[in-house]
């Protein structure tokens, strides 16, 4: 059974920086495409960042591009981060990883909630 869990949000001062994880069983984030996922209150969820499995290739939105950093660790390659930096109230939402092993991210964490006040 495949299992997500996300961890390491929290609030913090805009400006500041947090660092997500996302941790896996069942199954192995270096053979699927990773991605990070978020959705603020009264809003749909939207992509923020992804990373490929075979090249390791990564993409972000705009909004987040040059601050966000999307990593896997390749000694424990059940672990996908997600360092953020350079925070904005507008980064307040519960972040989801999810993975993709075919056409669509069929599986998905619980959540981890990340505010960031002015």
């Known amino acids: 059974q495949v299992q997500l869990v996300e961890s390491g949000g929290g609030l913090v001062q805009a400006g500041g920086s947090l660092r997500l994880s996302c941790a896996a069983s069942?199954?192995?984030?270096?053979?699927?495409?990773t991605g990070w996922f978020r959705q603020a209150p009264g809003k749909e969820r939207e992509f923020v960042a992804r990373i490929s499995s075979s090249d390791g290739y990564t993409f972000y939105t705009a909004s987040v591009k040059g601050r966000f950093v999307i990593s896997r660790d390749n000694a424990n390659k059940n672990t996908v981060y997600l360092e953020m930096n350079s925070l904005k109230p507008e980064d307040t939402a519960v972040y989801y990883c999810a993975i993709r092993p075919g056409a669509s991210y069929d599986y998905w964490g619980q959540g981890t909630q990340v505010t960031v006040s002015s």
């Open positions: 069942g199954i192995t984030f270096s053979d699927y495409r």
